[in-house]
């Protein structure tokens, strides 16, 4: 029989690129074994506040605060890894748009056929940001929220004109372009971080590969992915 992984993590996607990476040099370097499972945010907390069980998790940092609240996480035990920020994709070969502005982005929302951002804590900033802009009842027979795939995949197929996710998920799917961040007077910055689970079997090993994560020789892997590593 397959020997117990040494630490099983449970993470969402929006960090997915720089941590396959960096976990396969942590494995390298140190001999462990991380199981890692992929889910959603929501999925996340909607998990470990049903019980669970897993030892380390990788979320945005205003939810890892949430499951501490919630004791699911150890106090005291987030650490911050990344920064990211939300960008906006069109089909390849589609004739680009125009994001350098707040009043720009609303002319191209607008003028849409068809809009997706995804589940993550982008797509909560989203639909309050719609919200501000007063575009939410011109725009909401036209905007889908994306679940379980990049929403970068769904404007590659043709199905959404527009694309909004973090930056460093919209990197590696093919057949879009990458028209810029958002404006930055409504920039969303979103602060990835890891969390201790309360029953976590190898508290040490946890604190080692967070560590990892944290150190200057992941930061170039971790902006090469379009994020912006934390020092420690």
């Not at 370097?29 to 959603?40: A, F, L, M, Y």
């Not at 945010?41 to 890892?64: C, F, M, P, R, Y």
Request: overall charge neutral.
């Amino acid at each position: 029989m397959p020997s117990t992984p040494d630490l099983r993590v449970m993470a969402s996607a929006a960090f997915k690129e720089a941590y396959l990476e960096l976990v396969a040099l942590f494995e390298q370097k140190t001999g462990h074994r991380i199981h890692t499972t992929w889910v959603s945010s929501v999925e996340i907390i909607k998990n470990l506040k049903a019980g669970v069980a897993t030892d380390l998790i990788v979320l945005a940092a205003q939810s890892i605060d949430e499951l501490i609240m919630a004791q699911k996480l150890a106090a005291g035990s987030r650490q911050d890894l990344a920064t990211s920020y939300v960008a906006v994709a069109v089909r390849q070969g589609d004739s680009p748009i125009d994001v350098s502005s707040t009043e720009t982005l609303k002319k191209a929302l607008l003028e849409a056929p068809s809009i997706a951002y995804s589940t993550g804590p982008s797509g909560v900033y989203l639909v309050e940001l719609f919200k501000q802009l007063g575009l939410s009842s011109a725009i909401a027979h036209k905007v889908q929220e994306i679940k379980g795939e990049p929403v970068g995949a769904v404007v590659a197929r043709g199905e959404a004109s527009i694309g909004f996710q973090q930056m460093c998920e919209l990197l590696p799917v093919p057949g879009i372009h990458i028209v810029g961040p958002l404006p930055q007077s409504i920039e969303k910055i979103t602060t990835f971080s890891t969390g201790r689970h309360v029953h976590c079997q190898n508290v040490a090993l946890a604190d080692q590969l967070s560590a990892f994560f944290k150190s200057p020789d992941s930061h170039a892997i971790i902006r090469s992915k379009g994020m912006d590593p934390i020092a420690l």
